[in-house]
């Protein structure tokens, strides 16, 4: 590696972080590549679409990874705090918007997911001012999980009427959960709105 990239503030920057940290970050900076590779597929032909596949499976990968690692190692830190989630957000977001630019998603489905998102976020935020951590509860899990392998299953774009059929099951499946989720997170939480925290 060049010297003037070491000597860089940012190298310097990220050299310090621990790995679960360097892994959050991966994912961000393979984000705009796997959005590169999914605008070009129509042009390209489906080898695009497997290259945009295997970044988005890695960077899922570094998202199940830092956790674990941080836990396990205690190094968790705020930076750690912040970034990964909003990094799970960009990644699957980023996805899905790409699916309606594409016209294999409808545009409301995906606002609804996005929107239940900011949501979580936004109280999560206000739990937290108030000294209390919400853990994702089983419902959001499983939202999460859907969503995501219905988003590797899209990605390559099978032709078939087979899969087709499938990828609708998945996605109307995944905003039943979406909105089952934030009803059960709200439900279960709403005290903090309450101001009984």
Known sequence: MPDFIKRSKLYKTVDKMNLPNKLTLLRVVLIPFFVLFMKISPMTGAWARWVALVIF???SVTDL???KIA???NLVTDFGKFMDPLADKL?????LILFVDLGRM???IVIIIIAREFIISGFRLIAAEKGKV???GIWGKLKTAVTMVTIIIMIPAFSGAGIHVLEQILIYLSLALTILSL???LSANRDVLDGEV
């Open 57 to 59: 499976v890695a960077a």
């Open 65 to 67: 990874l830092d956790g």
């Open 71 to 73: 836990r396990k190692y």
């Open 91 to 95: 990644l699957v977001c980023s996805a």
């Open 106 to 108: 409808q545009s409301w």
């Open 134 to 136: 919400i853990a994702a």
């Open 183 to 185: 009803i059960d997170y």
